[in-house]
């Protein structure tokens, strides 16, 4: 079982930046995957960033490049994602997520455990 806790988000103007952490718990092995999510009103559940803890490489949805960076603290089993020129079709409701062997981490259902979600508002 992991346990998933995120904490950021909030509101800002179009341009200005925030950062999402997410603290993972319980049993983590190695082989394990975190990502982002973000759902909008009536809209999918779409792929954000990922990371693989093992290696560290990182991926990322094609709206997001060059504007999010998504990092790991090992000591504190922490992933963050720091959100740079934020538009207002950033808004969202963001997830962050933990599997523990993703093949495709840019698919939601490769991914077990959720974490209860931060809202991210983008003002124009």
């Known amino acids: 079982q992991v346990l998933l806790e995120q904490s950021g988000g909030g509101s800002v103007q179009a341009g200005g930046s925030l950062r999402l952490s997410c603290a993972a718990s319980?049993?983590?092995?190695?082989?394990?995957?975190m990502g982002w999510f973000r759902q909008a009103p009536g809209k999918e559940r779409d792929f954000v960033s990922a990371?693989?803890?093992?290696?560290?490489?990182?991926y990322y949805g094609d709206s997001v490049k060059g504007r999010f960076t998504i990092s790991r603290d090992n000591a504190q089993n922490t992933v963050s994602l720091q959100m740079n020129s934020l538009k207002p079709e950033d808004t969202a409701v963001y997830y962050c997520?933990?599997?523990?062997?993703?093949?495709?981490?840019?698919?939601?259902?490769?991914?077990?455990?959720w974490g209860q979600g931060t809202q991210v508002t983008v003002s124009s």
């Open positions: 997520a933990a599997s523990n062997r993703a093949v495709f981490p840019w698919q939601k259902t490769e991914y077990t455990y």
């Open positions: 990371l693989r803890w093992s290696s560290g490489s990182t």
């Open positions: 319980g049993r983590t092995p190695s082989t394990y995957v």
